[in-house]
T-cell receptor, first 115, second 109 residues
Framework: TAGITQAPTSQILAAGRSMTLRCTQDMRHNAMYWYRQDLGLGLRLIHYSNTAGTTGKGEVPDGYSVSRANTDDFPLTLASAVPSQTSVYFC??????????????FGSGTQLSVL | GQNIDQPTEMTATEGAIVQINCTYQTSGFNGLFWYQQHAGEAPTFLSYNVLDGLEEKGRFSSFLSRSKGYSYLLLKELQMKDSASYLCAVSTDDYKLSFGAGTTVTVRA
């Protein structure tokens, strides 16, 4: 059972470079999310998509972009990385968005260090 | 913004009981979740409360009082494998989850 697959597992990136974090799910969930997790701050929502073809901004969207061309894939792009984007990034999906029961299934995370 | 507060750290002895409190002030409320996250791993779903009261699931129970903006997660018969971070999250008016910073529970022998 794959669930949600994230790649890469970890990455060191030079400031100013671009990078795309990949996320693929095989559960046919409608909604997908990108969170970043920082010590003392918890998980913060970057962008989300309630269904293929639509995306929305979360709490901390600046410096990030997403696309949702199909149900399975939800890549996160950093156009020009800055050190403050050093974090652990989690992709998640939910089968029932907009119901209150937003049970999230998480990928294993990407540890990104921007130097 | 959303305000979800929980203690940073708690320590307890194997076999004991620990209660992790969570208070919230959010724009809307559609449900409260608890997640468990072991070090270096992804969060996993533990429990969900939308109505006031206690939900019991084996050694874990979760309580909700919507009028007080308060929840707790109760872990009974603690085991070493329960050492982890426990995340409180609220589904707010836009049906997105906002998370607290998490409570790190250390179980000692």
């Amino acid at each position: 059972t794959a669930g949600i697959t994230q790649a890469p597992t970890s990455q060191i990136l030079a400031a100013g470079r671009s990078m795309t974090l990949r996320c693929t799910q095989d559960m046919r969930h409608n909604a997908m999310y990108w969170y970043r997790q920082d010590l003392g701050l918890g998980l913060r929502l970057i962008h989300y998509s309630n269904t293929a073809g639509t995306t929305g901004k979360g709490e901390v969207p600046d410096g990030y972009s997403v696309s949702r061309a199909n149900t399975d894939d939800f890549p996160l792009t950093l156009a020009s990385a800055v050190p403050s984007q050093t974090s652990v990034y989690f992709c998640a999906s939910s089968p029932e968005p907009g119901t209150g029961f937003e049970k999230l299934f998480f990928g294993s995370g990407t540890q990104l260090s921007v130097l | 913004g959303q305000n979800i507060d929980q203690p940073t750290e708690m320590t307890a002895t194997e076999g004991a009981i620990v209660q992790i409190n969570c208070t919230y002030q959010t724009s809307g409320f559609n449900g409260l979740f608890w997640y468990q996250q072991h070090a270096g791993e992804a969060p996993t779903f533990l429990s969900y409360n939308v109505l006031d009261g206690l939900e019991e699931k084996g050694r874990f129970s979760s309580f909700l009082s919507r009028s007080k903006g308060y929840s707790y997660l109760l872990l009974k018969e603690l085991q070493m494998k329960d050492s982890a971070s426990y995340l409180c999250a609220v589904s707010t008016d836009d049906y997105k989850l906002s998370f607290g910073a998490g409570t790190t529970v250390t179980v000692r022998a």
